[in-house]
T-cell receptor, first 114, second 117 residues
Framework: AQSVTQLGSHVSVSEGALVLLRCNYS??????LFWYVQYPNQGLQLLLKYTTGATLVKGINGFEAEFKKSETSFHLTKPSAHMSDAAEYFC????????????FGDGTTLTVKP | DTAVSQTPKYLVTQMGNDKSIKCEQNLGHDTMYWYKQDSKKFLKIMFSYNNKELIINETVPNRFSPKSPDKAHLNLHINSLELGDSAVYFC????????????????FGQGTRLTVV
């Protein structure tokens, strides 16, 4: 069984400020980890993912995330927020075994203030 | 070219009606999913099909019945619609979670906003 906790359902930052969206997971087997972004009235789009190898992964739009096994975390960061980053962000975990079921966090709404 | 397409995008219907949502993907994936996103934006998986075989069937009322005529299509039929069924339903597809490409992500459709009145 696996679960995902996204700390902070709403995060507000100023344009140009650091973005930090937190994700902690639990999984009984090594996980695959994903961050998705959802813009208003759109489907989910992959930002980045961790499967194996390098624990710092870079994604689209300047986002990156670091897999920290000891902390069971996969926090999403971006050095400088842009107005276009305002959206809903979802962290997801999927076990590397063949179960195939992804579990999504409850989402974090990112607001970017001018 | 839309990778995962759902129709309709909006669906408003009365309680008690039966409705269907269609989904098609042109990515060559062999696994498809239905997710439900409620008004608080919580996203929950409902069903998953791999090569037309049902592999995930979460606790969903049996008024909901998925049908996969082939690998590229997964439709969702809902009988006797209730107010609580109002939500956004997302179709998604991916490579098989059992194969060599199981570490790849899912691709989502644009969603179908179902409103039951």
């Amino acid at each position: 069984a696996q679960s995902v906790t996204q700390l902070g359902s709403h995060v507000s930052v100023s344009e140009g400020a650091l973005v930090l969206l937190r994700c902690n997971y639990s999984s009984s087997v090594p996980p695959y980890l994903f961050w998705y972004v959802q813009y208003p009235n759109q489907g989910l789009q992959l930002l980045l993912k961790y499967t194996t190898g390098a624990t710092l992964v870079k994604g689209i739009n300047g986002f990156e995330a670091e897999f920290k096994k000891s902390e069971t975390s996969f926090h999403l960061t971006k050095p400088s927020a842009h107005m276009s980053d305002a959206a809903e962000y979802f962290c997801a975990v999927r076990p590397y075994t063949n179960a195939g079921k992804s579990t999504f966090g409850d989402g974090t709404t990112l607001t970017v203030k001018p | 070219d839309t990778a995962v397409s759902q129709t309709p995008k909006y669906l408003v219907t009365q309680m008690g009606n039966d409705k269907s949502i269609k989904c098609e993907q042109n990515l060559g994936h062999d696994t498809m999913y239905w997710y439900k996103q409620d008004s608080k934006k919580f996203l929950k998986i409902m069903f998953s099909y791999n090569n037309k075989e049902l592999i995930i069937n979460e606790t969903v009322p049996n008024r909901f019945s998925p049908k996969s005529p082939d690998k590229a299509h997964l439709n969702l039929h809902i009988n006797s619609l209730e107010l609580g069924d109002s939500a956004v339903y997302f179709c998604a597809s991916s490579h098989s979670p059992r194969g060599a490409l199981r570490n790849t992500e899912a691709f989502f459709g644009q969603g179908t906003r179902l409103t039951v009145v």
